[in-house]
C-alpha cells in the first residue's frame, strides 16, 4: 500500500482498450461540463460533439441550460435515454460519489464505460466499478486519446484542418 504523501504507480491502457472504448462508445454524459469555454470541459465537449458522439452534460449549478446546444442535467439519473459512458470531469475526491452512482444506473442506462479526466484518479471506485462490469479508464482525456489514436495529431502536434497548396509568409 502506498504510504499518504507517495504517488500511485502510473496508469497504463493499452492502445486497442482505449481505441475499442472510442470506437465503440456513441453516448457520454459528461458529469461537470462547463459553459465556460475556457474550462477543459467546455473544449472537450466540444470535440467530441464535432466528432459524433452524443454528449450530454451533467452539471447541477446549470441545470436546465445548455452548453453548445445540449440541454444541461443536474444529474446523472437525470439524463435522457442510454449512455455508453460517463466521463467524469470533476476532482478525484468527488469521483468515488459518481461512479458509484454510475453503477446504481448501469442497467437502467445502459453504462458500460467510467472515463475519469486527466488528473482524475479514484483506485477504489475503480475497483468498485471493475467489479460491477464496467470498464474503467482513469486519468486520460478522451479528446487527447482520439487524436492521439486516430491520427489527428499533426507533426507539430495539432491538426489545423487547413489544406492548402500556398507557402506560408515568413
Request: glycine content about 10%.
Amino acid at each position: 500500500m502506498n504510504q499518504p504523501d507517495e504517488a500511485p504507480p502510473p496508469l497504463h491502457y493499452d492502445d486497442a482498450l482505449v481505441a475499442g472504448v472510442l470506437k465503440d462508445v456513441r453516448t457520454i454524459a459528461m458529469v461537470g461540463a462547463s459553459p465556460n469555454w475556457v474550462r477543459p470541459s467546455n473544449f472537450a465537449m466540444k470535440y467530441l460533439l464535432g466528432k459524433g458522439y452524443t454528449v450530454i452534460p451533467i452539471n447541477p449549478g446549470h441545470a436546465g441550460k445548455e452548453i453548445w446546444e445540449q440541454a444541461v442535467y443536474a444529474e446523472l439519473g437525470d439524463a435522457p435515454g442510454p449512455v455508453d459512458m460517463v466521463d467524469v470531469f470533476r476532482a478525484s475526491k468527488d469521483a468515488g460519489g459518481i461512479v458509484d452512482r454510475a453503477i446504481e444506473l448501469k442497467d437502467e442506462k445502459g453504462i458500460r464505460v467510467i472515463w475519469m479526466q486527466l488528473g482524475v484518479r479514484d483506485d477504489a471506485a475503480a475497483e468498485r466499478a471493475r467489479a460491477a462490469g464496467l470498464t474503467v479508464i482513469m486519468d486520460r482525456c478522451p479528446k487527447i486519446e482520439y487524436g492521439r489514436l486516430f491520427g489527428e495529431l499533426g507533426w507539430c502536434g495539432v491538426n489545423s484542418g487547413v489544406i492548402s497548396a500556398k507557402r506560408t509568409k515568413r
